[in-house]
């Protein structure tokens, strides 16, 4: 099975990396869209800004190769949030694969304790909808990072509440996505990619 990550100006690729290796599977980091489109499985992780990050996509023509993509697609964190169809992040029109829109997080200032932003640290997911999870993985805790969230909407494939409930994952046709890291969730974290490389 070949397994492509896809190279572009986002962090966090190599932790992807490093969590595949530790499951037993190599993974080629590429951009080469004949690799790409070749690939069995397609990841596309990120963590940066989404409106210089699309910016980067559309120039290297990432943005009309990914669409395009008929094999499984996991999007990752940003990589989440750039399939949506608009993010709040630069007022920016993403990829569109997702009609969810991308919003920033408002903090409560009465509950200013719980509601810090970033999002960052341990939070379950629930009402799990996709075969990129199981029925084990319901109610577990995986880990967030983000600033921005994708709200709730028909492709919502897993629900993490924090300020309010959002999409923690996105399923639609062959496009799979988490706002959550699972290369840093442990063993729930490796149980879905487990999954992805199944589908």
Not at 70 to 80: E, F, H, N, R
Not at 94 to 112: N, Q, T
């Given at each position: ?27 080629e980091i590429t951009a080469d869209p004949n690799k790409i489109r070749n690939a069995d499985k397609v990841i596309f992780p990120g963590v940066g800004e989404a409106s210089t990050t699309m ?67 341990w939070n379950a997911i629930y009402n799990l909808k996709s075969d990129l999870f199981s029925f084990a993985l319901e109610n577990e805790y995986v880990y967030f990072v983000h600033s921005f ?51």
């Amino acid at each position: 099975m070949k397994i492509v990550i896809i190279k572009y100006n986002a962090g966090n690729i190599e932790s992807v990396n490093n969590a595949l290796n530790r499951l037993g599977i190599n993974a080629e980091i590429t951009a080469d869209p004949n690799k790409i489109r070749n690939a069995d499985k397609v990841i596309f992780p990120g963590v940066g800004e989404a409106s210089t990050t699309m910016k980067y996509l559309r120039m290297h023509k990432l943005n009309e190769l990914i669409v395009s993509l008929k094999q499984p697609v996991l999007g990752i964190c940003l990589g989440l949030q750039l399939m949506c169809s608009h993010s709040e992040e630069g007022n920016t029109n993403c990829l569109g694969i997702f009609d969810e829109k991308v919003k920033r997080f408002i903090p409560k200032p009465a509950e200013e304790f719980v509601t810090k932003v970033p999002h960052m640290g341990w939070n379950a997911i629930y009402n799990l909808k996709s075969d990129l999870f199981s029925f084990a993985l319901e109610n577990e805790y995986v880990y967030f990072v983000h600033s921005f969230y994708a709200g709730l909407g028909e492709h919502t494939a897993a629900t993490c509440n924090y300020i309010e409930p959002f999409s923690a994952a996105l399923q639609k046709d062959n496009f799979y996505a988490t706002q959550f890291h699972p290369e840093k969730s442990g063993k729930v974290g490796a149980a879905i990619l487990q999954n992805f490389l199944k589908i």
